[in-house]
């Protein structure tokens, strides 16, 4: 069976997880899910030694496609990074334009409003300090308040066509924006359900690897498959260096 066909089959389980058991990796996925397969094989050998401390065997039988689904789920979860890129790219090339739209719209306003000074000073003006981020919000601030005085604009000669231009192009920013923020409801979705996957996968490793340590207490070589590697020596690293004082 595929991996995306295991990952639906799975699918129900996962999103029933409770909030508590639910979190991101602690590790480089790719580390993990090794570690996960080593697991799998290392338990072979210990059956009869682990189904003595209680160990559902079932648990065991299902690592395989827990770790198909975990790794589909990851490859979602990466192909939604890459959109994040994508996204940043195109938010960037469209900024100048967006900047030219808004002068536009200014250079519009203040000829029609020219002889009315309340329209005029309610215009949402800029300043020369305003960052990208905040070109989005004030360029729908300019539309709104453009289609709010329509009517003055087209006396002008304004063409009608301006203020959608600059609203469409809002939006698309905004849209842009969120997804390279990793903030678009798509990314949040495959964010998630990495994150349950890897936690459904989690569950099984920690309780087999609990049973583990428990039935080879007293046999290090053994006890070690029941451990993570990566763990280990981050931790290791991670450790200050002794201080052995003057000799």
């Given at each position: 069976?595929?991996?995306?066909?295991?990952?639906?089959?799975?699918?129900?389980?996962?999103?029933?997880?409770?909030?508590?058991?639910?979190?991101?990796?602690?590790a480089p996925m790719g580390y993990y899910l090794q570690e996960a397969e080593d697991l799998y094989y290392w338990t072979q050998?210990?059956?009869?030694?682990?189904?003595?401390?209680?160990?559902?065997?079932?648990?065991?039988?299902?690592?395989?496609?827990?770790?198909?689904?975990?790794?589909?789920?990851?490859?979602?979860?990466?192909?939604?990074?890459?959109?994040?890129?994508?996204?940043?790219?195109?938010?960037?090339?469209?900024?100048?334009?967006?900047?030219?739209?808004?002068?536009?719209?200014?250079?519009?306003?203040?000829?029609?409003?020219?002889?009315?000074?309340?329209?005029?000073?309610?215009?949402?003006?800029?300043?020369?300090?305003?960052?990208?981020?905040?070109?989005?919000?004030?360029?729908?601030?300019?539309?709104?308040?453009?289609?709010?005085?329509?009517?003055?604009?087209?006396?002008?000669?304004?063409?009608?066509?301006?203020?959608?231009?600059?609203?469409?192009?809002?939006?698309?920013?905004?849209?842009?924006?969120?997804?390279?923020?990793?903030?678009?409801?798509?990314?949040?979705?495959?964010?998630?359900?990495?994150?349950?996957?890897?936690?459904?996968?989690?569950?099984?490793?920690e309780e087999i690897r609990r049973h583990g340590q428990y039935a080879f207490h007293g046999d290090q070589e053994r006890a070690?498959?029941?451990?993570?590697?990566?763990?280990?020596?981050?931790?290791?690293?991670?450790?200050?260096?002794?201080?052995?004082?003057?000799?």
């Amino acid at each position: 069976m595929t991996s995306d066909r295991i990952y639906e089959q799975l699918r129900p389980q996962i999103e029933a997880l409770a909030p508590q058991d639910l979190r991101g990796p602690m590790a480089p996925m790719g580390y993990y899910l090794q570690e996960a397969e080593d697991l799998y094989y290392w338990t072979q050998a210990d059956r009869a030694t682990l189904r003595t401390t209680g160990l559902e065997w079932d648990l065991v039988d299902q690592l395989p496609q827990r770790i198909a689904a975990t790794r589909y789920a990851q490859s979602l979860w990466n192909a939604s990074r890459f959109n994040r890129t994508d996204s940043l790219k195109q938010y960037i090339l469209l900024l100048p334009e967006a900047y030219n739209q808004r002068t536009e719209l200014e250079r519009h306003m203040k000829f029609a409003f020219h002889n009315e000074p309340q329209v005029l000073e309610g215009m949402p003006w800029t300043t020369d300090d305003l960052v990208d981020t905040q070109l989005i919000g004030n360029l729908r601030a300019l539309c709104a308040y453009a289609n709010e005085h329509r009517k003055m604009l087209l006396k002008v000669g304004m063409n009608p066509e301006t203020i959608a231009k600059a609203e469409h192009l809002a939006e698309r920013l905004e849209t842009l924006l969120l997804t390279a923020n990793e903030q678009s409801p798509e990314a949040l979705s495959a964010k998630s359900m990495r994150d349950a996957a890897y936690s459904y996968l989690r569950l099984a490793v920690e309780e087999i690897r609990r049973h583990g340590q428990y039935a080879f207490h007293g046999d290090q070589e053994r006890a070690e498959g029941y451990t993570s590697a990566y763990s280990h020596t981050y931790r290791r690293q991670s450790e200050p260096p002794l201080f052995h004082g003057a000799l």
